[in-house]
Structures are given as structure tokens and as C-alpha cells.
């Protein structure tokens, strides 16, 4: 009996993943036929759509590190002048912008969220917040068994 109320509540988690798929005419809630997962057709990945996927601080990386080592391999291969410098130095600033973005470039409060009606606002957490959840908590169970001695 037990298996019987398992498998069942497996099918409902089952048929929850899936929302859009219904008993056929004449087929029992739980007998359901199982669908496999459509593969779908998947856009050609190139080169181009990969790139356009790439956050600002990615671009500036990739870009950086192609600039030093067509510097690098240009000075090399020539000899140093000036175009070597300067991309040397647009290199440098693109590195440059990657490590400060983390500063500057993130947002100054989390945004708030609207669903329907209700609009959520994150809450901002500092680097002790998890600490004082976690005090938080302890005071309540222990507030808990104050008021529950037997449990």
C-alpha cells in the first residue's frame, strides 16, 4: 500500500514539472503517458551569438588580452615602436577597466520587483547580516523551550 501512495505522489511531482500536459480522452489521472523531453530545434551557435552573450566585463577581458598579445607578438616579431606601445597601453586600460567594474559598474541598491500587485525589495545584506541571522535564530528556539519544557 505504502508503494502504491508513493508512486502516486511521484506522479503529481511529475506532472507538476510538466504544467501543460493533460489525461488523454478515456485515460485515467494516473495514468498518464509519459512524454519524452523535445530536443526542439536549436539555433546555429556562431561565433557572433556567442560573443553577444558576454557581459561588458568579459568583453573588455577578451579584448585586453588579444590587444597585449598582438603587442606583445608584434614587438616581438618587429621591433618596439610606438604601435606597439599603444597597444600595450589600450590593453592595459581595458585590464584596467575589468578590475575596477566590480566597483563601479554594480548597481548601488538592489531594485525592487513587482509581481502583480505586490512589489518585493530585496533586502540589503552587509557582511555581518549573516551573523545576526543566525543569532536571531538561536533566540527563538530558545524562546521555543522556554515555552515547550517537554519537547
Given at each position: 500500500?505504502?508503494?502504491?501512495?508513493?508512486?502516486?505522489?511521484?506522479?503529481?511531482?511529475?506532472?507538476?514539472?510538466?504544467?501543460?500536459?493533460?489525461?488523454?480522452?478515456?485515460?485515467?489521472?494516473?495514468?498518464?503517458?509519459?512524454?519524452?523531453?523535445?530536443?526542439?530545434?536549436?539555433?546555429?551557435?556562431?561565433?557572433?551569438?556567442?560573443?553577444?552573450?558576454?557581459?561588458?566585463?568579459?568583453?573588455?577581458?577578451?579584448?585586453?588580452?588579444?590587444?597585449?598579445?598582438?603587442?606583445?607578438?608584434?614587438?616581438?616579431?618587429?621591433?618596439?615602436?610606438?604601435?606597439?606601445?599603444?597597444?600595450?597601453?589600450?590593453?592595459?586600460?581595458?585590464?584596467?577597466?575589468?578590475?575596477?567594474?566590480?566597483?563601479?559598474?554594480?548597481?548601488?541598491?538592489?531594485?525592487s520587483v513587482r509581481?502583480?500587485?505586490?512589489?518585493?525589495?530585496?533586502?540589503?545584506?552587509?557582511?555581518?547580516?549573516?551573523?545576526?541571522?543566525?543569532?536571531?535564530?538561536?533566540?527563538?528556539?530558545?524562546?521555543?523551550?522556554?515555552?515547550n519544557p517537554g519537547?
Open positions: 500500500m505504502p508503494n502504491r501512495y508513493e508512486r502516486e505522489i511521484e506522479e503529481i511531482l511529475r506532472n507538476l514539472e510538466e504544467p501543460n500536459s493533460r489525461p488523454a480522452p478515456g485515460q485515467k489521472y494516473t495514468e498518464r503517458a509519459t512524454r519524452k523531453p523535445n530536443p526542439g530545434v536549436r539555433p546555429p551557435h556562431t561565433f557572433l551569438t556567442w560573443v553577444t552573450n558576454l557581459t561588458p566585463s568579459e568583453k573588455f577581458l577578451g579584448v585586453g588580452i588579444i590587444l597585449a598579445l598582438i603587442a606583445g607578438g608584434y614587438e616581438y616579431a618587429v621591433r618596439a615602436d610606438i604601435f606597439s606601445l599603444v597597444l600595450g597601453i589600450a590593453s592595459l586600460i581595458c585590464i584596467t577597466v575589468v578590475a575596477l567594474s566590480h566597483y563601479v559598474l554594480q548597481p548601488r541598491r538592489p531594485r509581481y502583480g500587485n505586490v512589489t518585493i525589495t530585496p533586502i540589503r545584506r552587509d557582511p555581518a547580516s549573516w551573523f545576526r541571522t543566525q543569532w536571531n535564530l538561536f533566540k527563538l528556539k530558545l524562546q521555543y523551550r522556554r515555552k519537547r
